[in-house]
């Protein structure tokens, strides 16, 4: 099994709140994963990265950062200035933590037609590609697929942005359900794979960055996370869709029980993967 799963943050049943407490237990619960969620803002000392890298490499815990929620690169001046900082800043920190992917809210939609904010964000994301480089960071930014159509990252933007070097989509299949009532079946969660697998190749399956939870939505599109217990989220038939297309990477649990439900997940691939050999 070369799936990982893992919580979106330290587990709720770690000794402490900080994220080595976070990476310790992750592995105590045979989970394979842990994003560091900056999602407030990036707080994290060099020093303390320095020491999640040490347990998160002796523990053999693969790690991703979830950069700050206030990002717009559909932005001008001062906001968008802040928003490429607030994400240079993840990927500095999540590079000394061995973090290889930084996931991204790229930005709002607004009064813009939708072509041009991809032009927008594009650009904006050339930049900060450009600016980490030249440093020697090397962490792939991931741009998530949204839950709201007000957002930029549908499948398709989050797809299309990948001709930027450096970037590759953060699929939520929660979200991509919550758009729109659909994508919540075997067939159309192969479906997304096969696109991912049209555009990227192979490669793109072999090299996934995935969240996961309930959600709650209405014709606006999502409303909060859940647990899968009390949503309609058909996790049993993604998880059926991630054997088939024998799919790579890091599962991020997102429910509001994080480990709890990654367990959940966990076990149900382990299910589908036993059933199908
Ligand atoms: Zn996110």
């Known amino acids: ?16 709140t ?11 619960l045979g989970l394979g994963c842990m994003e560091l969620v900056f999602v407030r803002g990036v707080k994290m000392g060099e020093k303390t990265a320095r020491t999640v890298y040490d347990i998160a490499k002796q523990l053999g815990i693969r790690l991703s950062v979830h950069a ?4 717009n690169l559909n932005a001008e001046g001062a906001t968008l200035e802040a928003s490429k900082e607030r994400i240079l800043a993840s990927a500095r920190i999540g590079q000394i933590c061995g973090a290889k992917s930084v996931v991204i809210h790229a930005g709002f939609i607004q009064k813009f037609p939708r072509y041009t904010v991809y032009e927008r964000i594009k650009k904006a994301l050339i930049e900060i590609r450009d600016k980490l480089v030249s440093e020697g960071v090397n962490i792939t930014l991931r741009v998530e697929t949204m839950g ?5 990252g549908t499948l398709d933007e989050a797809l299309s942005i990948t001709e930027v070097d450096g970037v590759l989509p953060c699929i939520d299949f929660s979200h991509l359900h919550a758009v729109s009532g659909k994508n919540n079946s075997r067939d159309e969660f192969a479906s997304i794979l096969s696109r991912i697998e049209e555009k990227l190749g192979r490669k793109g399956l072999d090299d996934m960055h995935i969240h996961v939870s309930g959600i709650d939505y209405s014709e606006k599109g999502e409303k909060n996370h859940l647990l899968f217990a009390e949503s309609d989220f058909q996790y049993n038939e993604l998880m059926q869709a991630f054997v088939e297309f024998d799919i790579k990477g890091m599962v991020i649990c997102e429910s509001p029980n994080l480990e709890d439900d990654a367990l959940v997940l966990k076990r149900e691939y382990r299910k589908c993967f036993d059933a199908n050999i």
């Open 68 to 71: 700050p929620y206030y990002i």
């Open 1 to 16: 099994m070369s799936l990982l799963f893992g919580t979106a943050g330290t587990p709720h049943s770690s000794g402490g």
């Open 18 to 28: 900080d994220s080595i407490s976070g990476v310790r237990r992750v592995h105590e």
């Open 148 to 152: 709201r159509l007000s957002q930029f």
